[in-house]
Nanobody
Protein backbone atom coordinates (compact mmCIF):
# COMPACT_ATOMS: atom_id res chain seq x y z
CA UNK A 1 0.00 0.00 0.00
CA UNK A 2 1.32 3.39 -1.00
CA UNK A 3 1.93 5.84 1.81
CA UNK A 4 2.93 9.47 1.56
CA UNK A 5 3.85 11.18 4.82
CA UNK A 6 4.52 14.90 4.92
CA UNK A 7 6.51 16.75 7.55
CA UNK A 8 8.21 20.08 8.04
CA UNK A 9 5.29 22.46 8.27
CA UNK A 10 5.09 25.18 10.87
CA UNK A 11 4.77 28.89 11.52
CA UNK A 12 7.16 31.47 10.12
CA UNK A 13 7.26 35.20 9.56
CA UNK A 14 7.02 36.69 6.10
CA UNK A 15 10.33 36.45 4.28
CA UNK A 16 11.29 33.29 6.11
CA UNK A 17 11.88 29.76 4.84
CA UNK A 18 10.59 26.25 5.46
CA UNK A 19 11.39 22.88 3.93
CA UNK A 20 8.66 20.30 3.57
CA UNK A 21 9.41 16.60 3.21
CA UNK A 22 7.31 13.80 1.74
CA UNK A 23 8.42 10.28 2.57
CA UNK A 24 7.03 7.76 0.06
CA UNK A 25 6.70 4.03 0.63
CA UNK A 26 4.83 1.00 -0.63
CA UNK A 27 6.04 0.69 -4.22
CA UNK A 28 8.64 1.76 -6.74
CA UNK A 29 8.09 5.36 -7.77
CA UNK A 30 10.59 5.53 -10.60
CA UNK A 31 7.93 6.34 -13.24
CA UNK A 32 5.87 8.60 -11.01
CA UNK A 33 5.27 12.30 -10.89
CA UNK A 34 5.38 13.61 -7.32
CA UNK A 35 3.59 16.85 -6.67
CA UNK A 36 2.84 19.37 -3.97
CA UNK A 37 -0.57 21.01 -3.70
CA UNK A 38 -1.94 23.43 -1.14
CA UNK A 39 -5.32 24.41 0.19
CA UNK A 40 -6.08 27.62 2.03
CA UNK A 41 -9.26 28.05 4.12
CA UNK A 42 -12.27 28.54 1.88
CA UNK A 43 -10.30 27.90 -1.30
CA UNK A 44 -9.84 24.98 -3.63
CA UNK A 45 -6.76 22.82 -3.51
CA UNK A 46 -4.23 24.20 -5.99
CA UNK A 47 -1.12 22.95 -7.71
CA UNK A 48 2.23 24.17 -6.38
CA UNK A 49 5.01 22.10 -7.94
CA UNK A 50 5.80 18.70 -9.42
CA UNK A 51 8.88 16.63 -10.12
CA UNK A 52 9.20 13.61 -12.35
CA UNK A 53 10.92 10.97 -10.25
CA UNK A 54 12.84 9.63 -13.23
CA UNK A 55 14.84 12.40 -14.85
CA UNK A 56 13.93 15.09 -12.35
CA UNK A 57 12.05 17.49 -14.63
CA UNK A 58 10.04 20.07 -12.70
CA UNK A 59 7.12 22.47 -13.10
CA UNK A 60 5.91 25.23 -10.80
CA UNK A 61 2.84 27.36 -10.32
CA UNK A 62 3.49 30.95 -11.37
CA UNK A 63 2.79 32.14 -7.82
CA UNK A 64 5.80 30.25 -6.42
CA UNK A 65 8.31 30.37 -9.28
CA UNK A 66 11.66 31.69 -8.13
CA UNK A 67 10.78 31.15 -4.45
CA UNK A 68 10.04 27.41 -4.13
CA UNK A 69 12.21 24.50 -5.24
CA UNK A 70 11.09 20.88 -5.51
CA UNK A 71 13.66 18.09 -5.37
CA UNK A 72 13.92 14.38 -4.61
CA UNK A 73 16.32 12.00 -2.93
CA UNK A 74 16.13 8.64 -4.66
CA UNK A 75 17.97 6.80 -1.90
CA UNK A 76 15.52 8.02 0.75
CA UNK A 77 12.40 7.86 -1.44
CA UNK A 78 11.69 11.40 -0.30
CA UNK A 79 10.51 14.52 -2.10
CA UNK A 80 11.23 17.98 -0.73
CA UNK A 81 9.73 21.42 -1.17
CA UNK A 82 12.10 24.22 -0.19
CA UNK A 83 10.08 27.38 0.35
CA UNK A 84 11.91 30.71 0.54
CA UNK A 85 10.70 34.31 0.73
CA UNK A 86 7.43 33.11 2.18
CA UNK A 87 4.40 35.40 2.02
CA UNK A 88 1.21 35.44 4.10
CA UNK A 89 -0.67 34.24 1.01
CA UNK A 90 1.38 31.03 1.12
CA UNK A 91 -0.50 30.06 4.28
CA UNK A 92 -2.26 26.75 3.62
CA UNK A 93 -2.27 23.04 4.27
CA UNK A 94 0.32 21.53 1.95
CA UNK A 95 -0.25 18.08 0.49
CA UNK A 96 2.11 15.67 -1.18
CA UNK A 97 0.66 13.63 -4.05
CA UNK A 98 1.81 10.94 -6.45
CA UNK A 99 0.72 9.76 -9.88
CA UNK A 100 1.83 7.16 -12.39
CA UNK A 101 -0.12 9.08 -15.05
CA UNK A 102 2.21 12.03 -15.11
CA UNK A 103 2.37 13.97 -18.37
CA UNK A 104 3.80 17.36 -19.22
CA UNK A 105 0.31 18.62 -20.05
CA UNK A 106 -1.70 17.36 -17.06
CA UNK A 107 0.67 17.54 -14.10
CA UNK A 108 -1.27 20.44 -12.51
CA UNK A 109 -4.63 18.61 -12.33
CA UNK A 110 -5.69 17.19 -8.98
CA UNK A 111 -7.61 14.36 -10.63
CA UNK A 112 -4.42 12.94 -12.14
CA UNK A 113 -2.99 12.11 -8.72
CA UNK A 114 -3.83 8.74 -7.18
CA UNK A 115 -2.12 9.03 -3.83
CA UNK A 116 -2.22 11.80 -1.25
CA UNK A 117 -0.60 12.50 2.07
CA UNK A 118 -2.41 13.77 5.13
CA UNK A 119 -1.18 17.34 4.75
CA UNK A 120 0.98 19.64 6.81
CA UNK A 121 0.07 23.17 7.92
CA UNK A 122 2.18 26.14 6.84
CA UNK A 123 1.36 29.50 8.44
CA UNK A 124 3.11 32.70 7.36
CA UNK A 125 2.53 35.80 9.47
CA UNK A 126 3.07 39.37 8.31
Amino acid sequence: QVQLVESGGGSVQAGGSLRLSCAASGRTFSNYGMGWFRQAPGKEREFVAVIRWSGGSTHYADSVKGRFTISRDNAKNTVYLQMNSLKPEDTAVYYCAGTQYYTDTSYYARGVYEYWGQGTQVTVSS
